[in-house]
Nanobody, 112 residues
Framework: VQLQESGPGLVKPSQTLSVICTVS??????????WTWIRQPPGKGLEWMGV???????DYNPSFKSRTTISRDTVKNQFSLELTSVTPEDTAIYYC?????WGQGTQVVVPA
């Protein structure tokens, strides 16, 4: 399984951050698979943001829930993350994940 994130690189404060994970080697509708978004701010640990399972059922980190939407495109075999009203504290490397499989991450910067 391979995961590849893509993102905007730079997002202005108060705007919406959108990152996409393109999956190959497995279908995002494969039974019992859970597709996760995780981020790592500079100098900090990993933060679990949310997960979508193979049926499209969602669960979000309460810390981000009001600002986060995870969705999927089963035709393109992609799942995505949107984070609204971003601030510089949302600067991070954003990763998509399936169990032991990780993308390489995409850096998103929100300038002060």
């Amino acid at each position: 399984v391979q995961l590849q994130e893509s993102g905007p690189g730079l997002v202005k404060p108060s705007q919406t951050l959108s990152v996409i994970c393109t999956v190959s080697g497995a279908s995002i509708t494969t039974s019992h698979y859970h597709w996760t978004w995780i981020r790592q701010p500079p100098g900090k640990g990993l933060e679990w943001m949310g997960v979508m399972d193979y049926e499209g059922t969602l669960d979000y980190n309460p810390s981000f829930k009001s600002r986060t939407t995870i969705s999927r495109d089963t035709v393109k075999n992609q799942f995505s993350l949107e984070l609204t009203s971003v601030t510089p504290e949302d600067t991070a490397i954003y990763y998509c994940n399936l169990d032991q499989f990780w993308g390489q991450g995409t850096q998103v910067v929100v300038p002060a």
